[in-house]
């Protein structure tokens, strides 16, 4: 478990990681062009909902979704989220939630979460966090096809592998900084 002193904060995309992906390679979720019944539908990853309530756990709370969405998609995705119960069932804060309108936009989000974690399944995204989040973890990705200074993990139980393992077995940090909980 651990240690209360421990500031470690943990950022999860939600397209391609909480939930399937549509058909097709460039898709995020089927919310594009679906009816809100199809989309509220989509099920979340596989894994998913035995792997995130850990996280929460072990990061104290210290849990956000950062998301990049145009208005639409993003009011579909809270919709599905509280329609999945997602906030029940993982034990994250439903105001620990943050969307931008493009993908570079989820830098200046991470640097003023302060988070030192973050799961995404696009490099370039990863790419951009470079320098702000210290831990990056490329989600259904392949260790022959990840940069230098990022983490492959190919499915929640290796996002639990990659992730909790490493971050128990790390020593506490000065519990004096300051910053959103």
């Excluded at 950022?11 to 679906?34: H, K, Q, W, Y």
């Excluded at 199809?38 to 309530?53: R, Y």
């Excluded at 929460?56 to 998301?67: K, N, T, Y």
């Excluded at 790419?127 to 973890?137: N, Q, W």
Aim: hydrophobic share 40%; glycine share 10%.
């Amino acid at each position: 478990m651990m240690n209360e002193t421990n500031n470690d904060r943990l950022g999860l995309d939600i397209g391609r990681v909480l939930i399937t992906p549509s058909d097709g390679p460039a898709a995020d979720t089927s919310f594009f062009g679906e009816s809100l019944e199809a989309a509220l539908e989509t099920p979340p990853f596989p894994g998913m909902f035995d792997v995130v309530p850990t996280l929460v756990s072990r990061f104290g709370g210290r849990v956000w979704l950062v998301s990049k969405a145009g208005r639409r998609i993003e009011e579909r995705t809270r919709q599905w989220l509280v329609h999945h119960r997602f906030f029940e069932r993982t034990g994250m804060r439903a105001d620990n939630v943050r969307f931008c309108r493009d993908r570079p936009g989820k830098e200046p989000i991470c640097r003023e979460l302060r988070l030192t974690h973050f799961v995404d399944d696009r490099l370039d995204v990863l790419g951009y966090l470079r320098g702000t989040v210290p831990a990056l973890y490329w989600f259904g990705g392949s260790a022959l096809g990840a940069p230098e200074g990022v983490t492959a993990v190919p499915d929640w139980s290796c996002v639990l592998d990659a992730v909790v393992l490493p971050v128990n077995r790390r020593p506490a940090r000065s519990a004096g900084a300051s910053g959103p909980a």
